[in-house]
Structure formats: structure tokens, C-alpha cells
């Protein structure tokens, strides 16, 4: 067979990718149905909401490399599944303190660029959410993490078995 | 932001737009091309459907972030769930989720495919053409809620 360049370097773009989306989209599908979700939107400028996923995007795929740095994670070995689970907490929890930290630098700038008079407030909101939103981030983040890293060991479940050898489907 | 005019507001509305429905083209024509080639040619078209994948969740996380700026655009004129167009988003919005969530074991089978010889080969013809029918029931749904 040949082998296609960079087959394993693709692993964390497309987990980090999923995971972005993911959560993108169960944003939308717990929020729109709710109704009002087109004000809450309209409160937020166009630039600062695609600079807000677009954090979000970078802090993910950070993560997801480091969490699945020296890992054989596509092996499916348990002992390795194990490390692997332990750090999407870890990683989750950082991913979530990176990405509230985002957060508050694009408010903070959207804040200064828009309105120079309502930086006071923009600064009391953004030491609150450094000293109380961190900790809340990191559980929130870590539980996100968990959760997206169970549903990587599912889908790499279902991938092995549609590329399962008739000798390792025997082992099963 | 600082100083956007009407205009400019208008423009980079354009500016998402464009690039929501491009991401799309590139996915969906993506998805169609190495669904057709593995009809063809199914042994040569791993390498292409690795390409692929690698473009295919670029243009998820475009499709992603430009719905949501899409959403934004409407601004409080974005009409409510209880409405018709409404529930057709809604119902857009789980396909576009199920095709994610499907997405990634395909994409994985793909990498496993591509990188351990001791594998057997995924079936392209059929994750490909199931990948391709998910796209054009989006883009359905899709046209119906640009005309409504």
C-alpha cells in the first residue's frame, strides 16, 4: 500500500477540529431553541465573535497536541487510552482557563477599540473573571475534555473495526 | 469594532457569507469527488482521501464559525425556534452535528488505513457516499432556509 505523507500528523488537527465544532454547534443547539438567542448574538460585534471562535479553535488544537503528545493514541492500546483519558482532564481544564483568558483579552480590546470611556468597567470585569473564572473555567473545561475524549475513544473504536483484519477480528 | 460603518458591517457580512457557502463548496465537492474516484478506482484513492480530510475539517470549522457569525448577522430580527424557518434550522443544525460526529470515525479509519499496513483498507465507497448524501440533504435544507 502506499502510504499517504503526514497520515499521523493529521491526528490532532482533526480531534482538535472536532472538538471546536462540537462545541460550537451543541452551543447552538442548547441556546437557539430557547428563543432570544438572535439578541444575545446581536449584543456581540461580527469581529469579536469570529476572534472569540477563533481562540477557542487555537487553545483546542494546542491542547489536543499536548494532550496527545508521545502517545500511539490510533494503537488503542488501554494502558496507553488510560494516559491519554487522564490528560484530556488536564488539558481540558487548561484548555478552559486559555480560552477564558482569550476571552477577556478580546472583550478588553473590543472595550478599548469601541467605547475608551467604558474601560474601568471593562477592567473590573476582566480582574473578576481572572481571579473567580479561572477556577470555574478549569472544571468546566475539564469535564468538556472528558466528555470530547470519551467520544475520541468511541469513534476510534468504530474506525477499528471498519478497518479490522480478519485476524485481529478473531482476537476480539 | 472601532468605527465599522453600516457599509462595513454590510460588506463583512458578505465577506462570511461567501466564505460559509465556499467552505461548503469544498467540502461537498470534496466529498463527492473521492466518493466518485473510489467507484472508479478504489485502491489509489487513499492518498487522496487523506488530502481530503485534512481540507474537511478546515472547512468544518469554517462552516462552524461562519453559521454562527451568519446567526449573528441577523441580529434580534433572527427569527425564533417556534417558526417555521426556525424549525428547519433547528433540523439543519443536527444533520450538520451528525455529519461531524460521523465524520470522525471515517476520518480515523482513514488515517488508520494510510498508516498501518496490517489494516484492512476502510471502505471509502461506502463512508464517502454516505459522507456525500449528508451533504446534499444540509445543502437541501440549506436552500430552503436562503428562501424562505
Redesign the interface.
Given at each position: 500500500?502506499?502510504?499517504?505523507?503526514?497520515?499521523?500528523g493529521?491526528?490532532p488537527?482533526?480531534?482538535g477540529?472536532?472538538h471546536?465544532?462540537?462545541f460550537?454547534?451543541?452551543l447552538?443547539?442548547l441556546l437557539?431553541?430557547?428563543?432570544?438567542?438572535?439578541?444575545t448574538?446581536?449584543n456581540?460585534?461580527?469581529?469579536?465573535?469570529?476572534a472569540i471562535?477563533?481562540a477557542l479553535?487555537a487553545t483546542t488544537l494546542f491542547t489536543t497536541r499536548r494532550a496527545l503528545d508521545g502517545l500511539n493514541w490510533?494503537d488503542d492500546d488501554p494502558a496507553q487510552m488510560a494516559v491519554f483519558f487522564r490528560r484530556t482532564f488536564r488539558w481540558g481544564g487548561v484548555n478552559g482557563m486559555l480560552f477564558l483568558a482569550a476571552l477577556g483579552a478580546i472583550l478588553l480590546?473590543?472595550a478599548l477599540?469601541?467605547a475608551p470611556g467604558s474601560i474601568t468597567p471593562a477592567l473590573i470585569f476582566f480582574a473578576f473573571i481572572a481571579a473567580v473564572g479561572l477556577v470555574v473555567s478549569y472544571v468546566v473545561g475539564a469535564i468538556v475534555g472528558v466528555t470530547l475524549g470519551a467520544?475520541?475513544i468511541a469513534?476510534?473504536r468504530?474506525?477499528?473495526a471498519?478497518?479490522?483484519?480478519?485476524g485481529s477480528s478473531s482476537q476480539a | 469594532m472601532a468605527g465599522i460603518t453600516p457599509a462595513d458591517h454590510h460588506a463583512l457580512t458578505l465577506a462570511i457569507r461567501w466564505l460559509h457557502v465556499a467552505a461548503m463548496a469544498v467540502a461537498f465537492g470534496g466529498a463527492f469527488l473521492v466518493a466518485w474516484l473510489s467507484w472508479r478506482a478504489r485502491d489509489s484513492v487513499i492518498e487522496t482521501a487523506v488530502r481530503y480530510e485534512q481540507v474537511f475539517w478546515a472547512a468544518a470549522g469554517v462552516l462552524v464559525m461562519t453559521g454562527i457569525g451568519n446567526l449573528g448577522a441577523f441580529g434580534a430580527s433572527l427569527l425564533e425556534p417556534s417558526t417555521g424557518w426556525g424549525t428547519t434550522l433547528i433540523a439543519k443544525l443536527w444533520l450538520v452535528a451528525a455529519l461531524i460526529v460521523v465524520s470522525l470515525p471515517r476520518s480515523l479509519a482513514v488515517v488508520l488505513t494510510a498508516s498501518e499496513a496490517r489494516t484492512r483498507p476502510v471502505d471509502l465507497r461506502r463512508v464517502y457516499t454516505l459522507t456525500t448524501s449528508m451533504f446534499a440533504a444540509i445543502v437541501a435544507l440549506a436552500i430552503v432556509l436562503a428562501n424562505a
Open positions: 500500500m502506499t502510504e499517504a505523507p503526514h497520515a499521523d493529521l491526528l488537527w482533526v480531534l477540529t472536532f471546536t465544532s462540537v460550537g454547534l451543541a447552538l443547539l437557539y431553541p430557547r428563543g432570544g438567542f438572535g439578541a448574538l446581536g456581540l460585534s461580527t469581529l469579536s465573535g469570529l471562535f477563533l479553535w490510533l480590546l473590543s477599540l469601541t467520544l475520541d469513534a476510534l468504530v474506525a477499528r471498519l478497518t479490522r483484519t480478519s | -
